[in-house]
């Protein structure tokens, strides 16, 4: 493999600059951007990287404080910390002002707050990337600490608490902490609430947050990268000119470094009752610190046998068994004083029952890796199938990229910045067998996770149910010296390793066309050249008029999916590995499968999924399997935070066909092996077919591909017309609809539908939402406190245009939550009117680049393209006509269709059961 290096000489620039610095960056050879390092005066660790061809630039700044580093009995504070520097500096005191900013010109915006770690980030319009840094830079420079907004922030901090507290993944977490060494950073309540930050005799919360700020902010505790179109110097200046002004902080505090678990602590079971009904077992092992073998990768080297799902792996035993579903492995925790491996293994109810012999499986796995040996061949194949991946990296959204690297500056030696995550240098198997060594029974905590499972204590924070106690040495004597189980084994050398990565000649094709074409069936076919990659991807869908007409036809087809997945797993999860993705999914005219990744091998992959698409025979036992599955996540999607619920409900309302969980459920209980195996004859018997082939391939490939697809799948498959989907047209009128959820906070929906789809008014409701969404959080969130879930969003639904304004609140009734949407939408008619022609202009702008933004990688590309074939614009320019229409939209025709909003609404609105006299307390909308 060649290694593409980008060395660059830095030299000292005024005042800002450090001393000269030469650093090389490794990069992949695919990667086009210029890449430059360096270290300002006040310690700041800085990375800009110049794309000249990018309209979207980012930015991610990460600073080394988090929740572990809470002062004692100010639970959260990093936490507060992080919201309250959106809310105001010096130079830009008024709070939105950098959400609206950004909103405004076509960006989004973030922040979180980890352990160890605050991260903020945003991406732009290119044009605008200066003017956002100024603001953005002044988080770290100047806040304000407005006392007014340190009060109603605590209420927010507290609401997102609040929406939290029903959900199973927080609970446990919770549960967890309070069972590790109390003195690790991560042992304490992170979030925060109006408990842990209200002001206190002698101990004002605005000051603590002022003195944390001034202790922890420091320029040398921060990394930074920055992406834009300018030149490395240019962006380089520009860090310079915005970021020198971080003060440097000299009396940081120690970190902890407590270990995970106390002495005496291990082996454990840890047993926590869920809200919603689930069997998951957790086995974690704590192990030494693994950021200092980046180069050697010892846990990966045991994670990719451990979590290998081929033929002979721990996950296939397991399922043949009827005992678990998914297993998965790798680094849990990990900072620079310790890691943990963790294997999460999703069971069946049997298997929850049996979870002590799961257990014991694992660790014959375990013995089974030690008996055969640390083999080089599988670091070999491991480094190979990375250092593949890297070679052939293509670009994501920029906002994550400059997220993840902010992090790895501080992860990695600079050069290794980006290669870090990849580069398998050094094969050691002493260092792997020393990390076998950690993974024994005495050395484990299992946590066993289940709705209704026996408990004895409750944690403070969630009110999560659970239990710990020792695990019985027996039981850990017993999993040291069972038999290794005969069907477990070390998997094979990996077929799907491709080879073939010479790029095919090159053929001019501005969109994709039919390539074949026949009654039933069409072959879309563009090769594609720009990516550089030698990869491709083919799709197809297949539609048919039995697939979702009924009930009782969508779960059978949906079992029917499921039931190929399981069937092909094993032989897929290695083309996995290797770098092929498999996606086959059910959806409202049939099913489809996706085919991505290196053109080498990809026809060997096809010809297993046509044959097993074709030839499934159902299992009965499998198939009692995913029912229980199935009901379970039917029964726990009630149980979804409120407003997630009011936006299913508001889309099964307009969209037909759609079926709810209780007509679901009612048909899932009944079917048999014999109906379903009756039924995916009926499925594939009839129906029509559209496929596309894009990417590195030639016609005679894509039409090999298709030879593959007709001769293992379609043959004999009758033509039959399947219609798309419809939306509902909501009646003149606003109808309100009442749910009976189980949660403490309210929530409202409200749903304002077009009354038609005209490419006008497409342009029409999608500038109505950019203009309303960030008064709209403003308002409702920042100033009225109402919750932590606030946003207004354009809601089209197969391209009927709709607004879609969302309100979760733990403080607030339906009815009042509705009152105050109403009053916002009737003091906007002014805002609305008060837009100037430039104003008017900078919105268009905005949205249109997000419209055209262009495709960073080839699957953006493929899944425009698949859009409209499954749209019907086979022209490929809906973009296009869509950004034509915006362009033509006028004030005049802004509030025209504003005063229109009225007219067709659906609000949805479910009561917290603290509030729930709420839906009384004012009467609903009439007609």
Known sequence: MVLFC????????????????????????????????????????????????????????????????????????????????????????????????????????????????????????????????DRFSRFFIEPLFTPEYVQREKHAVHSEYQSKLKEDGRRG?????QIINPEHPMAGFSVGSLETLEDRPGSNIRDELIQFYKQHYSADNMSLVVLGSQSPEELKQLVETKFSAIPRQSNQPEKKAAPLFEPGKLPAVLKIDSIKELHQLSLTFPVPAIRPHYEKKPLRYISA??????????????????????????????????????????????GFQRYQEVVDMTFQYLRLIRKSGVQSWIFDEEKLISDTAFRFKENGRKIYYVTHLASNLKRYPLEEVIRGDYLYKTYDPQLINSYLDYLTPENLLIELTAKGIPTNKTDPWYQTPYSFESLDQNLVKSWKRSEIDPGLRIPEPNPFLASDFELRKAIPSPMPEVLKSRPGYRLWFKQEQQFQTPKADFYFSFRSPVANDTARHHVLTSLFVRLVNDRLNSFTYPANVAGFKTHIYDHIRGFSVRLSGYRDKQSLLLIRIAETLKSLQVDPQRLAIFQTDLIRQLENSRKEKPYTLALDKIYRKVLK????????????????????????????????????????????????????????????????????????????????????????????????????????????????????????????????????????TSMPILEHPGLALV?????????????????????????????????????????????????????????????????????????????????????????????????????????????????KQLPAPQS
């Not at 995916?680 to 496929?691: D, I, K, Y």
Request: aromatic share 6%; charged share 20%; glycine share 6%.
């Open 6 to 133: 980008v060395t660059t000489l830095l030299v000292s620039v005024g005042a800002a600059a450090s001393d000269s610095v030469v650093s090389k960056i490794i990069k992949s050879p695919n990667d086009k951007r210029s890449y430059l390092a360096f270290e300002l005066e006040n310690g700041l660790k800085a990375l800009v990287i110049s794309d000249p061809d990018t309209d979207r630039s980012a930015a991610s700044m990460d600073v080394g404080v988090g929740s572990g580093d809470d002062p004692e009995g100010r639970q959260g504070l990093a936490h507060f910390l992080e919201h309250m520097l959106f809310l105001g500096t010096q130079k830009y005191p008024k709070a939105g002002e950098y959400q609206s900013y950004v909103s405004e010109h076509s960006g989004t915006h973030n922040a979180f707050t980890a352990m160890d770690r605050t991260n903020y980030f945003f991406d732009i319009d290119s044009t605008y990337l200066e003017p956002t840094l």
């Open 305 to 350: 046998l451990l979590g290998h799902e081929g033929p002979g792996s721990l996950l296939e035993q397991l399922k043949q068994q009827g005992l678990a579903k998914s297993l998965s492995a790798g680094a849990g925790l990990s900072n620079q004083h310790g890691a943990t491996l963790a294997v999460q293994i999703g069971l069946t109810p049997e």
């Open 657 to 792: 066909p759609q079926w709810s969980p209780d007509e679901q459920l009612q048909e899932l209980k009944t079917i048999t092996a014999q109906e379903l195996q009756r039924f995916a004859s009926e499925l594939l018997s009839a129906g029509e077919v559209e496929a596309l082939a894009h990417g590195d391939l030639l016609p005679e490939d894509a039409l090999a591909l298709s030879d593959t697809l007709e001769s293992h799948l379609l043959k004999g498959v009758e033509n039959a017309k399947v219609e798309e989907g419809q939306v509902i047209l909501l009646p003149e009128r606003v109808d309100v609809v009442d749910l009976d959820i189980e949660h403490n906070d309210s929530a409202i929906s409200t749903y304002i539908q077009s009354a038609d789809k005209t490419l006008k008014s497409r342009a029409q409701y999608a500038l109505l939402a950019k203009i309303l969404s960030p008064p709209f959080y403003n308002q409702l969130r920042t100033e009225k406190q109402l919750g932590y879930i606030v946003f207004a």
């Open 807 to 919: 309100v979760q609140s733990p403080s607030a009734t339906p009815n009042q939550l509705q009152q105050h949407i109403g009053d916002f939408m009737d003091n906007s008619l002014t805002l609305i009117s008060s837009v100037s022609e430039q104003q008017l202009e900078d919105y268009k702008q905005s949205l249109l680049v997000e419209l055209l933004k262009k495709d960073q990688k080839l699957s953006d590309r493929t899944n425009r393209y698949w859009r409209e074939i499954d749209r019907g614009y086979l022209q490929f320019n809906s973009r296009e006509q869509l950004a034509d229409a915006i362009r033509e939209v006028s004030i005049t025709d802004l509030v025209s269709a504003y005063q229109s909003l009225s007219d067709r609404q659906l609000i949805v609105r479910s009561a917290g059961q603290s509030l729930s006299s709420g839906l």
């Open 173 to 177: 977490f919770a549960a967890f902490k």
